[in-house]
């Protein structure tokens, strides 16, 4: 190959990629705001007013850089979960279509939400905006979140709705599919009525973990027919106390 030819190869490569680093597969930063946060949600409707509230996002990983957003109470009104994604180490977007759902004589009301999170330390802030429509009419909205992580005794009063949640499905599923749209839709509603969000123990008071464990191992290991009196909305026995001591 004479020097010519050598000259016009080597060009043919570089703009082929011939030569180049092969890039390593994306940073995945979802890991960072994985968690269960508790602070307060500020939402504003168009014409409708403002109204605030305690309430727990749970933030899983969902892929690559990519997140599902659910919320004590719900965010969709399915209960189905948000989907995000994480930009950087401490910033995801959020841009989704809730699932529509019959109300009352409406046949589909549809929830558009897009905004963004940031993560500061640990403190995680978001801001949404979208619409709600349906039936011919449509509401512009606004949502603040501002919280941190939730407390030992947040996250256990999760754990003890989500293991109502998911033995009322197991002992009971045609009653269950009936009341609940899934598994997180129950865990949402139930964690909504023991008022999870807004858990803390009295002032000289300290959450109790081991009446909460045993709760949660009773409501897990009784047989169906011991637990069925109970479910959905309440427990067993163990679970009928306060676990703040």
Same mark, same amino acid.
């Given at each position: 190959?004479? *020097?010519?030819?050598?000259?016009?190869?080597?060009?043919?490569?570089?703009?082929?990629?011939?030569g *180049?680093?092969?890039?390593?597969?994306?940073?995945?930063?979802?890991?960072?705001?994985?968690?269960?946060?508790?602070?307060?949600?500020?939402?504003?409707?168009?014409?409708?007013?403002?109204?605030?509230?305690?309430?727990?996002?749970?933030?899983?990983?969902n892929?690559?850089?990519?997140?599902?957003? /659910?919320?004590?109470?719900?965010?969709?009104p399915?209960?189905?979960?948000?989907?995000?994604?994480a930009?950087?180490?401490?910033? &995801? *977007?959020?841009?989704?279509?809730?699932p529509?759902i019959?109300?009352?004589? @409406?046949?589909?009301?549809?929830?558009?939400?897009?905004g963004?999170?940031?993560? *500061?330390?640990?403190? &995680?802030?978001?801001?949404?905006?979208?619409t &709600?429509?349906? =039936?011919?009419?449509s509401?512009?909205?606004?949502?603040? !979140?501002?919280?941190?992580? /939730?407390?030992?005794?947040? +996250?256990?009063?999760?754990?003890?709705?989500?293991?109502?949640?998911?033995?009322?499905?197991? @002992?009971?599923?045609?009653?269950?599919?009936?009341? !609940?749209?899934?598994?997180?839709? =129950?865990?949402?509603? $139930?964690?909504?009525?023991?008022?999870?969000?807004? !858990?803390? =123990?009295?002032?000289?008071?300290?959450?109790?973990?081991?009446?909460?464990?045993?709760? $949660?191992?009773?409501?897990?290991?009784?047989?169906? %027919?011991?637990?069925?009196?109970?479910?959905?909305? %309440?427990?067993p026995?163990?679970?009928?106390? +306060? !676990? =703040?001591?």
């Amino acid at each position: 190959m004479n *020097s010519r030819a050598r000259v016009a190869a080597v060009l043919l490569l570089a703009a082929c990629g011939g030569g *180049s680093t092969t890039e390593g597969p994306p940073t995945d930063y979802a890991p960072n705001f994985v968690g269960q946060w508790s602070g307060t949600g500020t939402i504003t409707v168009t014409g409708q007013g403002t109204y605030s509230e305690s309430l727990i996002l749970r933030l899983s990983k969902n892929g690559t850089n990519e997140l599902l957003i /659910a919320g004590v109470p719900d965010v969709c009104p399915d209960g189905s979960p948000l989907h995000a994604t994480a930009q950087s180490a401490s910033t &995801l *977007s959020i841009s989704y279509s809730c699932p529509g759902i019959k109300s009352g004589f @409406c046949p589909s009301i549809v929830l558009q939400v897009s905004g963004s999170g940031t993560l *500061s330390g640990t403190a &995680l802030s978001a801001s949404v905006s979208g619409t &709600l429509s349906g =039936c011919g009419t449509s509401y512009a909205y606004s949502a603040t !979140f501002s919280g941190g992580p /939730a407390t030992e005794g947040q +996250s256990a009063c999760l754990s003890r709705a989500s293991a109502r949640c998911h033995r009322y499905f197991e @002992c009971d599923s045609t009653n269950a599919n009936n009341m !609940f749209a899934n598994e997180n839709s =129950c865990l949402n509603a $139930l964690a909504a009525y023991d008022d999870c969000a807004s !858990f803390s =123990c009295p002032s000289g008071q300290s959450f109790d973990s081991a009446q909460s464990q045993t709760c $949660l191992n009773d409501t897990n290991s009784l047989s169906c %027919s011991q637990l069925l009196q109970y479910l959905p909305y %309440s427990g067993p026995m163990s679970c009928w106390v +306060s !676990f =703040c001591h």
